[in-house]
């Protein structure tokens, strides 16, 4: 059974375009992040929400909004797509917001914008 | 804020042997946690093994362990008795125990196992 999953996992698109990509995790976690992964490897977080509520947003473009309907779901719609989007973005969740919670990935979505 | 830097982007061993990956980091916190992440080619990220800041003891996970020096703010990775399967890219980790639970990751070695 997959913990935390994502679709799709690979995203080709033009510039200008809007897209989203989902993600769902199956293990009752209160918490999920949006993680950007650059061309050379470095990753940083995005936004992490907890009980559908935002709690971190950092300094990510207003393209980018999250939407979370319910606690098991956390999707990233991006307007607007710019080449410097291309990138992998991972979906984590974690059990609960305090430091000793472990965070599992997901797959990663490869997005690539031409 | 915190940084994490790993000061080596590449390396190699060969089958069987020992390697140890570097990472330091900065931080003015007390009370935080450290881990190390692995990314195969498969692009999954998987927990290695994570150390909290409170404890003296080294975390150990079978062929991984670490070396956690809190003054020097240091925690490198040891991969004993290397597998082929460990080819990867390796990520240490960092977080505050605090309600923002955000990871902030280093750039990452990438590790090469030869036969």
């Known amino acids: 059974d997959t913990a935390v999953s994502q679709t799709p996992k690979y995203l080709v698109t033009q510039m200008g375009n809007d897209k989203s990509i989902k993600c769902e995790q199956n293990l009752g976690h209160d918490t999920m992040y949006w993680y950007k992964q650059d061309s050379k490897k470095f990753l940083k977080i995005m936004f992490s929400?907890?009980?559908?509520?935002?709690?971190i947003n950092e300094t990510v473009p207003n393209r980018f909004s999250p939407k979370s309907p319910d606690k098991a779901h956390l999707n990233l719609h991006i307007n607007s797509l710019e080449l410097g989007d291309s990138a992998v973005y991972f979906c984590?969740?974690?059990?609960?917001?305090?430091?000793?919670?472990?965070?599992?990935f997901g797959p990663g979505t490869r997005l690539t914008v031409t | 804020a915190q940084t994490v830097t790993q000061s080596q982007p590449e390396m190699s061993v060969q089958e069987a042997e020992t390697v140890t990956l570097s990472c330091t980091y900065d931080t003015s916190e007390n009370n935080y946690y450290l881990f190390w992440y692995k990314q195969p080619p498969s692009r999954q990220m998987i927990l290695v093994i994570r150390?909290?800041?409170?404890?003296?003891q080294n975390a150990t996970e079978n062929r991984f362990s670490v070396n956690f020096q809190k003054a020097a703010k240091s925690f490198s990775l040891k991969i004993s008795d290397s597998q082929l399967g460990d080819t990867a890219m390796y990520f240490c980790a960092f977080r505050y125990n605090n309600a923002g639970n955000m990871l902030t990751f280093g750039g990452g070695t990438r590790l090469m196992v030869k036969p």
């Open positions: 984590a969740s974690s059990q609960g917001l305090a430091g000793l919670y472990e965070q599992y």
């Open positions: 150390q909290e800041a409170y404890k003296q």
């Open positions: 929400y907890n009980n559908k509520e935002l709690i």
